[in-house]
């Protein structure tokens, strides 16, 4: 998964410093298609929280969701 703040180019991809505005979120599955969506830089940001709490061992949500339905 890459996750780019779109207009602008990070010097850390994993680590945007614009927590406004939109991404644009890139997943390659494993049959090879890609697939790309605009993410709000909150749900960004919010994944972001997630994934370093639960590397941390947090016993939060095994889940995170980025887009609302």
Do not use: H
Request: aromatic share 8%; net charge positive.
């Amino acid at each position: 998964m890459n996750v780019t703040p779109k207009g602008t180019t990070p010097a850390n991809p994993t680590q945007p410093t614009d927590n406004t505005g939109n991404a644009i979120l890139t997943v390659t599955m494993t049959n090879g298609n890609v697939k790309s969506y605009i993410v709000p830089m909150t749900k960004v940001n919010d994944f972001i929280s997630w994934y370093d709490n639960r590397v941390s061992g947090s016993t939060g949500k095994a889940y995170c969701t980025l887009l609302e339905s």
